[in-house]
Structures are given as C-alpha cells and as structure tokens.
C-alpha cells in the first residue's frame, strides 16, 4: 500500500485532510463523551453456523456467529473493540461501523482511512459513538459482507424519549455462500435450482463471489480479472417499486437473525405489550418488504435518526438500511415476513403472545401487499432537520454502469482501489453541501455515505443510504463537519465492489 500517491501526476489532486490529521483530531474533541468505555474482542473467523432446519453452513463469521453478537453502547461511550483476522487464505480484512460519524481514522475503509488487518493480526478500532440509534457494522474489504460477518451495533440514548415494554432486534440477511459447505457447491445448487426456468447467465469477472480468495486490498482492482470467475444468474425478475431491467442472483435463503423460515426466531411476550423493532438490513443483493401479520407498524426511526411516525402496512428496505418500528401486540402468532422484492421468497421470524401453530414458512401476511411506505414518504423529526439554508457546493453524483458489462461506477469511473485519492469529491468543513445522485442506469442503488447522516430534500428524513431508483434524481444534504475520507457507495455489496464507489474527501 506503499504507492498511492504516485499516479496521477499531472492532474491537479487537490491536499485532502489526512484520515489522522490534526482537523480529525479536533473535530473528534467536540464529541460529547460519558467517559465509559466497552472493551470488545472480535474475533473474523471460519465457522460452522446453524441456520436452522438441519441446514449448517460453513463460512466466515464474527466469534463464531451469525448474525455476529450485538453490540450495545450508550450514546457518548467509547467502544475500543479489538479485531483479530483469523480469516482462511491469507485474507485480509478491516470492520466499517455502518451509519456512525465516527472519527475518520477508525471508519474502517481501506486503503483511505487504514490499511486492511493482514491474516493473523490485530487492530484496535476505538472511537466514540455520540449519536444513539439503529446501526451495524461489517468489514470494508471485498464482498465478505456477504458472507456471513456481520453484527448489529446498538446506540441506547440515555434520554429515550419512546416508551416500550420490549425492544427486539431483526436482521435480514440473502444467504448465498456455504449452504453446502463450499461457494461453489451451493452455485452448482443454483443452477440446477434453475432448471427450465427463464434465466441468463453473465460472467462476473474477475468477481470474488464469497469463494476461494479474497482480494487483498494490496491489489483489489475490480477491473483485473482475479483468480474468481464466477458466474452469476440472472432472473428476469421486476418489482413494482424498484423498476425492471434488474437481474438478480437467485438466493436459496433469505435469513431473519440467521434463521430460515422453515425453523424462525421466536420471539415471546404477552398480548397487549409495545415493542420496539429495531430492522436492519445486511444483505448483500436484496431489498426486503417487511410487514408483522395482522399489525401495523409505527416507524420512529430511519438510520437511527428520529422521523415523524407513521403508520404503515409494510416499509421497503433497502441493502444498508435501517428502520425503527413500534407496534402493540394483539393476542395469537404472528409472522413477521421479509419478502425479498421483486424475488418472490421470503425470510420469516414468529412473534409468539398466545397460542396457535405456526403459519406456513411461505406465509404473505396481507400487509404486505398494503401500502407500501419507502424513506422518500417520510419526514424528519424537527429536532433531527437540518436547518433550512442553500447549499453551498452541489456535486453531480451520476451513477452508471449496466448488468451486461459489469461496469458499475460513478461518474463513470471505476473506483481505483490502488488510488483512493484519484478523483475526490471534494467538500469543505462547514459548509452546507447538496449531493444529486443520478442514476442512468436501469438498476436502482442503495447509495450510502460514511460518517455522516444526510436528509433527503425538503424535510425528508435523516439517512445514511438511500435508495436511487433507476432514471431518477434524488438529493441529498448534509453539513460538512466530520473531517476527513469517506467513501460514498452503492451497498450492493457486488456494484459496490465492481467500482460504484467513490472517495469524498475535506479540503
Ligand atoms: Cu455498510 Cu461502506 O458500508
Ligand atoms: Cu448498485
């Protein structure tokens, strides 16, 4: 990682502040802090994982779990969590803490905020997180999101202005890797799986699937063809609110807490009793509508940041989202669904008050099939809004790319693992910046930002990804006031790591 400044000679690169410089140290000082501190030990590893129903996988997990153990903190703790890559084949790694304005030289990016963690060490992630809400975390190297490390990350405000008698966390999660013990053979189950059906097959390229090994962010370029030539399915599959084109892989599980819905999550307690859910997407490739049978959710939260509540049947989420929801629970067994839009499969978790079997794993609650409400319908909460000014700096932030070529981007460059820095969106501490996503493609992207909280226009609410739907505009804001380099990207783990990612870096 010795060269990256070396390349682009000629152009005028503007200095960008250093992910450990003395801007990020000071903004850092400012962070209200309670002076706690949680020590963690995370350990990435190989593991046997039981994803219920006789089915074990073998992948790569945090301690051995999956989803990987919640982590919880008060707002204004420090977490000091110590990462030990005992990853297979030499893979290197790093974990990014999804949605936190945290100090830039601990986000977890390589190569721009650190080198990744080589196999057999050590790194100490310690920052403090001053924003409680909904969040997770993952590493930031290749597609190993995808296969299995991943963890929720909880931010307990010590002021909770909701009342609830229980809170439960929800993670959905498309499981492609390991089903049978190997990438591969759980491919070769897909396509037998796909027998007679309307399909395509693309090559992926130079693609690390979830098999074999991982890029080494030494030498991550998604452009050189690598050692991985996987081929993808594609389905013509549509979804009345994502839009058409979109080929998808074929998942064989979609997950809730690491559960299929053959053998789901149970969650009890007593007719009558309010709870908050706190939903997170990790999946690598699947937006999800969620609905709870024969309830209507109350949303509270998007990305951890207060919003107007609002009733809904169901609520879209996409890859790298979250939402918070409370609901009063009636009396019986309800299946609260994940159905994977536009796919046509679903993962399912129980909530148990009274008694009654349990619904079929392929159960549709009819609330699915309500109103559906996505981040665009929804409103911040006034003490979150930002306070109405012109932006400063706009930058135009085209998404391109198609299915075929595999050439995700932005502005119609790859991003250049070897060369972070080479085409930075610029941004100056202080200032008011508009961000217009514009998406050429036929594909939509769930577009997030590191280390800040944006609000979508007009009194939209607070988030740090955001679906862009395919020939549409959608703008964003934020302050700039967490110096430093932060990636902005699409978390579909696969676009995101053809080259739909770009650097946004202080000046
Ligand atoms: Cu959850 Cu840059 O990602
Ligand atoms: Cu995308």
């Known amino acids: 990682a010795g060269a990256l400044a070396a390349c682009s000679s000629s152009s005028s690169t503007p200095a960008l502040i250093s992910p450990s410089g003395p801007a990020v140290a000071a903004a850092d000082k400012k962070r209200a802090k309670s002076g706690r501190t949680h020590e963690l030990p995370l350990t990435a590893a190989r593991a046997m994982v039981d994803l219920g129903a006789g089915i074990t996988a073998g992948t790569w997990a945090f301690s051995g779990q999956l989803p990987g153990k919640e982590v919880r903190v008060s707002a204004g703790d420090t977490l000091a969590a110590t990462l030990s890559n005992q990853l297979p084949d030499r893979a290197t790694t790093s974990i990014h803490w999804h949605g936190i304005a945290l100090r830039n030289d601990m986000d977890g990016a390589p190569p721009a905020t650190q080198s990744a963690v080589r196999a057999g060490r050590n790194f100490t992630y310690r920052f403090t997180a001053d924003a409680p809400g909904t969040y997770f975390f993952h590493p930031h190297v290749g597609v190993q999101l995808d296969r299995g490390l991943y963890a929720p990350l909880i931010v307990e405000d010590p002021r909770e202005p909701l009342s609830y008698d229980e809170e439960w966390v929800i993670v959905l999660d498309d499981w492609l890797d390991g089903v049978t ?151 019986g067994v309800f299946p609260l669904v994940a159905l994977a839009e536009g796919k046509n499969a679903s993962g399912m978790a129980l909530i148990r008050t009274g008694s009654g079997g349990p619904p079929k794993p392929t159960t549709r609650p009819k609330e699915l099939d309500g109103k559906i409400t996505t981040a665009s319908q929804l409103r911040a909460a006034d003490d979150v809004r930002l306070a109405s000014k012109k932006a400063d700096q706009v930058h135009r932030i085209e998404l391109t790319g198609g299915m075929m070529a595999y050439d995700w981007a932005i502005n119609g460059k790859r991003f250049d693992m070897n060369n972070p820095t080479a085409n930075p969106i610029t941004v100056e501490e ?7 996503f514009v998406n050429t493609t036929t594909m939509w992207h769930p577009m997030h930002l590191h280390g800040h909280t944006y609000q979508l226009s007009s009194g939209g609410p607070r988030k740090d990804t955001a679906i862009v739907l395919p020939k549409r505009t959608l703008s964003v804001f934020f302050d700039a006031d967490n110096p430093g380099q932060w990636m902005l990207h699409c978390h579909n783990a696969y676009h995101g790591e053809a080259g739909m990612m770009a650097l946004v870096g202080y000046q």
Request: proline share 6%.
């Open 181 to 331: 013990g190997t990438p591969d053979e759980a491919f070769a189950e897909l396509r037998q799986g796909m027998g007679g059906m309307h399909s395509e097959e693309h090559d992926m390229g130079g693609m690390d699937m979830g098999g074999g090994t991982d890029t080494p962010s030494s030498s991550p370029s998604p452009s050189s063809g690598s050692d991985m030539s996987m081929r993808f399915m594609l389905m013509g599959a549509r979804s009345p609110l994502l839009g058409g084109d979109a080929g998808d892989v074929k998942y064989p599980h979609h997950l809730i807490n690491g559960r299929v819905p053959a053998d789901p999550d149970v969650f009890r307690t007593k007719p009558g009793k309010r709870v908050r859910l706190r939903l997170i997407n990790a999946g690598g490739d699947t937006a999800y509508r969620v609905a709870l049978g024969g309830h209507q959710l109350t949303l509270t939260h998007t990305d951890g940041f207060p919003i107007r509540h609002q009733q809904v049947d169901t609520v879209l989420i996409g890859m790298g989202e979250r939402y918070d929801a409370l609901v009063t629970l009636g009396d």
């Open 430 to 436: 202080g200032r008011r910046v508009r961000l217009d």
